[in-house]
């Protein structure tokens, strides 16, 4: 029996893309969805975004846009982002999140795991163990990118026992393997940076000892997005970083 997983990361508030990853990729077709965190800010959709993760039971972490937004909601605090057109992007989702939205965003916590069990037969393999991370198996906010020297992925395999890592932050979609560890980031499903300004995702799959990846881009209505950051009166530069798929600040 194969095993299949969708995997998202830093989707950052952008229900419009989540609702054109589930109409292209079903997710009633998957046994699990994995969330690697940074679910919040920069789009103006919190509320549907956490609805939409809790109905599909995503296993989901916090990034750290999540955790600065708690930190709002405690009364607290942020000393970053410093400049006013990031800011308010944060203190607006705070303001924004239900009692219930509110709820699930504190009960996350900063890592997962999840063990597939393995493969019935005469000779069976231990359980398949994936190790879910914003930043990386080291540090929650280290940025892990498709062109990172593979000494670094190396050295996190011996940080880990889990034989898949799935992480997120960087933005870059790849996989690797090295040190007998599989190395996953699905790209931003909400803010990509590279100048395609689709959703990006991607498919895990189990079966036995063989694991495949496949990433995925997906077109999703981004005149929503802009439509909703012009009607919540939010800096026009975001409009533009969707449109054109860079981060420009």
């Not at 989901?60 to 607290?76: A, F």
């Not at 990172?148 to 889990?162: G, I, N, S, V």
């Not at 499903?189 to 990433?215: K, N, Q, Y």
């Not at 077109?219 to 054109?244: C, G, N, S, W």
Request: glycine share 6%; aromatic share 8%.
């Amino acid at each position: 029996m194969t095993t299949r997983i969708l995997l998202l990361a830093d989707i950052h508030g952008n229900y419009p893309a989540l609702e054109a990853i589930a109409g292209a990729l079903n997710p009633a077709s998957f046994q699990f969805i994995v969330n690697c965190g940074d679910s919040l800010v920069y789009a103006p959709f919190p509320n549907e975004t956490i609805a939409w993760l809790a109905a599909h039971r995503a296993i989901s972490i916090l990034g750290n846009t999540d955790e600065k937004v708690i930190r709002l909601l405690q009364g607290k605090t942020v000393k970053k982002p410093g400049k006013a057109e990031k800011r308010i992007m944060y203190t607006t989702t705070a303001d924004a999140l239900g009692p219930a939205e509110q709820l699930y965003l504190l009960a996350l916590g900063k890592t997962a795991e999840l063990a597939i069990p393995a493969t019935a037969g005469p000779y069976p393999e231990k359980p398949v163990k994936i190790g879910i991370f914003h930043g990386s198996p080291a540090d929650p906010d280290e940025f892990l990118f498709a062109d990172t020297p593979d000494q670094r992925f190396h050295e996190l395999a011996e940080k880990t026992d889990c034989r898949i890592v799935v992480t997120g932050h960087s933005h870059s979609p790849y996989h690797k393997y090295l040190s007998a560890t599989h190395f996953i980031n699905p790209g931003s499903a909400g803010r990509m940076f590279d100048g395609d300004p689709r959703s990006c995702c991607a498919i895990l799959e189990i079966e036995g000892d063989i694991i495949t990846v496949r990433h995925f881009r997906i077109d999703y209505k981004i005149d929503e997005v802009v439509a909703a950051i012009r009607r919540h009166r939010l800096p026009e530069i975001y409009t533009t970083m969707f449109q054109q798929g860079r981060k420009l600040n």
